[in-house]
């Protein structure tokens, strides 16, 4: 049965040789009997006659005998960590659970025409059980998560359980997405990026454009904090707006400074997910 046309797929790729034992799409420095040339070695150390090198064994000052090594391309494992507290259920232009939902569905759907295994692990105050997804290779596991990730409840008060996700990941080094809101105090977001500094890992901030201001230049709003759920009355008026404004654009420059320090690059989602800019985000 082929795969449903709305499933954007998308292309990402890693900074380092591949380092898993099943073959796949990526580079690697493993194996023997791939096609990208590695390197000379004596045969005694590669025993395959079958790549012999005579131009390279009559230049060996010893006498060698020397064949070519090739590298074999390998899979890795593909995990996206989730922020899944109350404010990833803000709907602007588009709920930010539904874009979180569509980037599942392609991300897995793609990590399967590439020959990886996926996986996805979901936190708010604990890593929820109820979405936990092992690494699988399995080829509808993906669009059976984003459905039940658009019909899940989102009330979680805090995504403290994101510096616990590493817990879940596998000890082979994988691409890991961090996609949050990253509404939460940056020293958490420093704890949580140190713990999976192990791995490749591409801090993914979900924004919508109207979750910092509001349409009204000036009246009486009540205003609601999604994770706490505590409301407010403000009286909203030009010299707030800028106020508010300017504290998005402080908030923006902090978490770009943090990804700074730990040599990540962040991929900024504002409003709609495309798969396209994920693609440029890995070949620009």
């Known amino acids: 049965m082929t795969q449903a046309p709305t499933v954007q797929e998308l292309h990402y790729r890693i900074g380092v040789p591949a380092l898993g034992h099943f ?22 150390d590669a025993p395959d006659p079958r790549r012999l090198d005579l131009h390279a064994s009559l230049r060996d000052p010893f006498g060698n005998w020397i064949v070519r090594v090739y590298s074999q391309r390998k ?11 109350a404010s990833m259920g803000f709907a602007g232009t588009r709920r930010k659970l539904d874009v979180l939902a569509d980037f599942v569905d392609s991300l897995a759907w793609s990590a399967w025409r590439t020959g990886d295994s996926f996986g996805f692990v ?5 890593v929820r059980e109820d979405v936990l997804l092992p690494l699988t290779r399995s080829r509808g596991m993906g669009s059976a998560l984003a459905r039940t990730l658009r019909a899940l409840h989102l009330g979680g008060r805090s995504a403290h359980a ?46 919508d454009p109207l979750e910092f201001g509001l349409s009204a230049r000036r009246g009486l709003v009540q205003v609601t904090d999604p994770e706490s759920g505590a409301t407010r009355l403000l009286w909203w008026r ?19 400074r943090i990804f ?17 800019a994920v693609t440029r985000h890995f070949h620009s």
Not at 122 to 126: E, V
Not at 168 to 183: A, I, T
């Open 162 to 207: 994101l510096s616990m996700a590493h817990r879940y990941l596998n000890r082979q080094r994988s691409l890991v997405f961090l996609v949050s809101d990253f509404h939460l105090p940056l020293p958490d977001v420093e704890a949580t990026l140190a713990s999976m500094a192990h791995h490749d890992l591409v801090p993914v901030v979900l924004w």
């Open 122 to 126: 979901g936190c708010d105050s604990t």
């Open 75 to 85: 899979a890795i494992p593909v995990v996206m960590v989730a922020d899944l507290s």
């Open 260 to 276: 700074q320090v730990n040599q990540l690059k962040p991929l900024f989602i504002e409003g709609r997910f495309d798969a396209d």
């Open 238 to 256: 030009p010299a707030l707006r800028d106020k508010w404004l300017a504290a998005q654009q402080q908030r923006r420059d902090a978490l770009l």
């Open 23 to 44: 073959p796949g799409h990526h580079r690697s420095a493993r194996g023997d009997s791939g096609f990208e040339f590695r390197r000379h070695a004596a045969l005694l």
